[in-house]
């Protein structure tokens, strides 16, 4: 079996959520999930540009929501050998839950055209099938309103509910 050759960095948050979808409904709950793990960890965000520019990761950050229970595992990978500068830049983006007006409009219209290239990427699709976006072979056309209407204000006091303490990271090496 061929060893990789960049260490591997799975870094996850354990988010208990039933009381915030009592509150706020399961779609909400992921929309906002979604958009803040995007807004921090994906490949246009500020903390993916400044590791892969300063060659501290070698490949853009990949991040994913699993539902379990009354869990939503929010996952981030990348390759790197500083693990420990990564986790602690992961680490240092959770406390930052706010976002601009006009990124929030971003990354929802990001978040909405993502349904329309759903096809087209097998990591989009399988996390619109966790997210229950897909019924059947359909897409699910109110999933697609809902992150249409979706507004910051929602956003704001759903992510603010979130405990992001529980964490793990798993770092794959080739020894």
């Known amino acids: 079996m061929k060893q990789a050759e960049t260490p591997k960095l799975a870094f996850s948050v354990k988010i208990l959520v039933p009381e915030i979808i009592k509150k706020y409904g399961m779609r909400k709950t992921i929309i906002a999930s979604s958009i803040l793990f995007k807004k921090l960890f994906g490949p246009i965000s500020i903390l993916n540009e400044e590791l892969v520019k300063n060659n501290i990761i070698d490949t853009d950050f990949s991040n994913g929501i699993h539902i379990a229970d009354d869990y939503f595992i929010r996952y981030i990978t990348c ?8 986790i602690s830049k992961i680490n240092e983006a959770l406390q930052n839950r706010g976002i601009s007006d006009e990124d929030f409009d971003l990354h929802k219209k990001m978040y909405v055209s993502s349904s329309i290239r759903l096809f087209s990427n097998i990591e989009s699709l399988n996390e619109s099938i966790l997210e229950g976006e897909i019924e059947g072979n359909r897409l699910s056309s109110d999933f697609v309103t809902a992150r249409k209407n979706f507004t910051k ?3 704001d006091n759903i992510v603010n509910e979130f405990d992001l303490s529980n964490i793990s990271v798993t770092y794959l090496t080739k020894e």
Do not use: G, I, S
Request: proline share 0%; hydrophobic share 20%.
């Open 153 to 155: 204000e929602e956003y």
């Open 79 to 86: 390759e790197t050998k500083q693990k420990d500068l990564v």
